[in-house]
């Protein structure tokens, strides 16, 4: 019996973590191409309440016979899809996960970018349905003038790469902030710790490493950590700094 070696690209624990991460993001993606595949049968209707209009209704929902009860499919408490149906039209509203408060910035950012050009997407909404990060609106005529596949290929498409995306972008902004700071301790020359005093309500005294506060304001690790570096950052006149019994 003979054994065939199949050659694995790269790293092989890069490509395993790639591997487990796309097995288990597949079953959510398959749900949600299946229920876009049935939503997206629509027909041109006009307004039921104003003569010779055509709009969207599950934005207008002025006619509830016409709206299709709304779907959520839900990987987890932070990634979640919405998907709104109505006779000819479909709201797609989408939750990007945000494991920290850099992610945070980073989704709210790219979206931002992305939603100033919403006419270059066509199908992109403005502004998100309150509670999630991004909105998509299909209607009748996008459906008639391109392929159903072909949009629904794109919604997938974009779940598959924003996570992607804003992990690349994290991780440039954490490689960006340690050659920073970095390049700042070769300048300067102080003693191995300092005592800050805080005025906060226990009024305690926080002892930190010299080096190490100036990482982790820039990207830190524990949540600690990051608390005490937002504090130092964002109230400086609380806070006073004693490096070998001089002020800084």
């Known amino acids: 019996c003979c054994h065939s070696h199949l050659a694995v690209p ?9 591997y487990s991460l796309t097995a288990t993001l597949r079953p959510y993606l398959n749900a949600v191409r299946a229920t876009l595949q049935a939503a997206l049968c629509l027909e041109n209707f006009s307004s039921q309440v104003v003569e010779r209009h055509n709009k969207p209704e599950v934005e207008v929902r002025s006619s509830k016979e016409l709206l299709l009860q709304p779907v959520i499919i839900s990987r987890n408490d932070k990634e979640k899809v919405l998907i709104e149906g109505s006779i000819n039209s479909v709201r797609v509203s989408i ?5 920290d408060e850099i992610e945070k910035i980073l989704c709210h950012k ?26 998509f609106l299909i209607t009748n005529f996008h459906t008639e003038q391109m392929y159903k596949h072909k949009l629904v ?17 994290k991780l440039s902004v954490n490689a960006r902030a340690r050659i920073v700071a970095e390049e700042f301790l070769k300048n300067v020359s102080f003693s191995n710790s300092f005592t800050c005093k805080t005025l906060n309500k226990d009024d305690q005294e926080l002892k930190y490493d010299f080096h190490c506060f100036l990482f982790f304001c820039c990207s830190s690790e524990t949540e600690e950590t990051r608390k005490n570096a937002f504090l130092l950052q964002s109230w400086p006149s609380l806070w006073s700094v004693h490096i070998r019994g001089d002020k800084l």
């Open 10 to 18: 790269g790293n092989r624990q890069t490509w395993l973590r790639k």
């Open 110 to 135: 790219f979206m931002r970018f992305m939603m100033m050009r919403a006419e270059n997407f066509f199908i992109l909404r403005r502004k998100p349905v309150e509670g999630y990060d991004i909105s």
């Open 153 to 169: 290929d794109f919604v997938i498409h974009f779940m598959e790469e924003i996570d992607k995306e804003i992990s690349e972008m």
């Open 95 to 99: 939750a990007v996960k945000q494991a």
